[in-house]
C-alpha cells in the first residue's frame, strides 16, 4: 500500500518527521499511532501495511528529539515527555481529523503513547482508542525486584548521564538517545506516586474526561507494563467504554511478547486483526474489565 513520508507541525510549530499508510481506495477509517518512549516511528510500519489492507489510514511519526524528528543536537535540545503528548500529539490528532474527518479517527497508544492520549486534550476527539502494553510508571506499584532495579536506573543512572553526556544514550535501555528533558520528566514521575497525574494534578490531565470506546492489551510477560500498573493506567479513563484483554505468549503460539512484540511482523498479526476489527466497528469479544487481572510477578519469565 502506498505510504508518503511529510512533516508535521507540531503545536509550537517545531517539525517532526510523519508517514502516512493510505489504503487502496477511500479509507474506512483512520488511525494515529502514538508510539513507545525511544521507539522510532519505523517499527509500527509493518502493523500500518497491515491496517492499510484493511481500508485504515495511518499515521505514525516520531516525537521531537526522537529518530526522524532530531532537528536541534540532543544537548541542546529542550523537549519534554509532556511536550510529546500536548505538542505532538495534539498536531498528528488534528492533521488526521482535518484529512480523514469524514471516517472515524481512532488513536493507538503503545506504552508511552496509551498515556499521551489522556495527556493531550485531542485525546477528546478520537472516535476511539487502542492502547497496547502500557501502564502507569509508579514504581511503588511494581514488583519489588523490578522496583529496585529501575529506583537505580532512574534515581542514579539517568541523572549521572543526563548531566554527563547532556542526553540520554539509547544504549541505556531506552531505544533511541533522548533529549536530558524527557528522561528527567520521566523519571521525577515514575518517582512521584500515582505518576503523571500526581506530578500534574489529576485536574490537568484528560484520562477521566474521555467517553470513547477503549481497547486494552497487555502481555502476560510484559515487564515494562505488568498487571498492576496496567489494571492503574486503565483505571485513570474511568469514563471510557473500557475493554480488556490480556495475551499469554502461547496464545499466539509464541515463546515470548514482551514490551515490544505486539508490534513485531510475524508474531502479533492475530492482535493486529482484532485492532482493525475495533476500528472499523467489528470488534470480536474481548474480556471486558475486570475479568483476567493477572497478578504480578516478582521473577517475571521475559525482559524485552
Known sequence: MP???????ALDG????????S???????????LGALG?????????????????VAVLTFDYRGNAGSRTVPLR??????????????????????ARWGEVP???????????????????????????????????????PALRRRFRVGLGVLLP????????????????????????????????TPDYARGALGRDATFFHRITAPMFFYDFTDDTYAPARPSAALRGWYERAQV??????????????????????????????REIADAVLGEPRPLHPRPDREQPASDAPAYTP
Open 76 to 97: 541542546k535540545d529542550p523537549a519534554t515527555l509532556l511536550d510529546w503528548a500536548q505538542l505532538d500529539a495534539s498536531a498528528a490528532i488534528d492533521l488526521a481529523l
Open 39 to 55: 521507539v522510532p516511528r519505523r517499527y509500527y510500519a509493518s502493523f500500518a501495511a497491515s491496517l492499510t489492507g484493511r481500508g
Open 160 to 191: 549521572l548521564l543526563s548531566a554527563t553526556l547532556g542526553y540520554v544514550p539509547g544504549r541505556v535501555g531506552v531505544g533511541q538517545d533522548l533529549p536530558s528533558g524527557v528522561m528527567r520528566q520521566w523519571a521525577r514521575w515514575c518517582l
Open 105 to 143: 479517527v481512532w488513536g493507538l497508544g503503545h506504552s508511552f503513547g496509551g498515556q499521551a492520549i489522556g495527556l493531550s486534550p485531542r485525546g477528546l476527539d478520537l472516535a476511539g482508542a487502542i492502547v497496547v502494553a502500557a501502564g502507569s510508571g509508579d514504581l511503588d506499584l511494581y514488583p
Open 243 to 272: 475493554t480488556h484483554k490480556t495475551i499469554a505468549p502461547a496464545d499466539l503460539g509464541v515463546a515470548a511478547i514482551g514490551h515490544f512484540g505486539g508490534f513485531r511482523s510475524g508474531l502479533a498479526e492475530p492482535v493486529w
Open 23 to 33: 489504503p487502496e481506495g477511500p479509507p474506512r477509517a483512520a488511525l494515529v499511532v
Open 14 to 21: 517545531r517539525p517532526l518527521a510523519a508517514t502516512i499508510h
Open 3 to 9: 505510504s508518503e513520508t511529510i512533516t508535521l507541525a
